[in-house]
């Protein structure tokens, strides 16, 4: 009930194409969706986030896309850069107070 | 400004010793939260603090694991008789207020290495 599983474990994408990451979750009390990024020797920063009540927002190149029903949501990356390479963790906002991370993605852009 | 920092950096330790985990939350920030990241895993949750309240320990994975917040600013957490299996990177993060739509600030992490 608590878990968020994301999906896939590691993406290889060119430069220039889209990255696509999926999270789903099952707590229908979940409200607030962000996705945090990574890099290696850091510790993880907020990059975009999602309320429940709206099917998708757009930050520049990343877009969350929202399917309540679904009980799913992803991250798109456009035009993806190496500078992109990096891990992404979706999240679920647990009414307790907690953040419920999903295992993460390791992105890799080539040039 | 400055964000949230941990010392030390990377700890190396033998099986059996105790451990403690530093975190400098950002100034005015009331929750603190550690997280736990083994290799290849996503973030796991430990323990928050949030202003006066009692913490939420309900992610601690065994009662060798505690933590405490002085002041209602600094943090440490200690791990009593390390085991090989607490190797992993901890993570400290602080927010303005527990709610939703806060953020969380992480810090860079300690590496700890159990031998």
């Known amino acids: 009930q608590q878990q968020v599983k994301q999906s896939p474990q590691s993406l290889i994408v060119q430069k220039g194409g889209i990255s696509i990451i999926n999270c789903a979750y099952e707590n229908t009390a979940f409200d607030y969706f962000p996705w945090y990024q990574q890099f290696p020797g850091k510790g993880p920063a907020l990059l975009i986030a999602?309320?429940?009540?709206?099917s998708e927002k757009k930050e520049g190149r990343f877009t969350i896309s929202f399917n309540k029903s679904a009980k799913q949501f992803s991250l798109h990356i456009m035009d993806s850069q190496p500078g992109d390479s990096a891990t992404y963790f979706c999240a679920a906002y647990n009414q307790g107070g907690k953040l419920i991370f999903g295992q993460g993605t390791e992105l890799s852009v080539k040039p | 400004g400055a964000g949230v920092s941990q010392s030390p950096s990377n700890k190396v330790t033998e099986k059996g010793k105790d451990v403690e985990l530093r975190c400098d939350p950002i100034?005015?920030?009331?929750?603190l939260y550690w997280y736990r990241q083994s290799l290849g895993q996503g973030l796991e949750f430990l323990i928050y603090f949030q202003g006066n309240s009692a913490p939420d320990k309900s992610g601690l994975p065994s009662d060798r694991f505690s933590a405490e917040r002085t002041g209602g600013s600094v943090s440490t957490l200690t791990i009593q008789r390390t085991q090989q299996e607490d190797s992993a990177v901890y993570l400290c993060a602080s927010s303005s207020q527990t709610g939703v739509w806060e953020t969380q600030y992480f810090g860079p992490g300690t590496r700890l290495l159990v031998l």
């Open positions: 100034s005015g920030h009331t929750a």
């Open positions: 999602i309320r429940p009540d709206v």
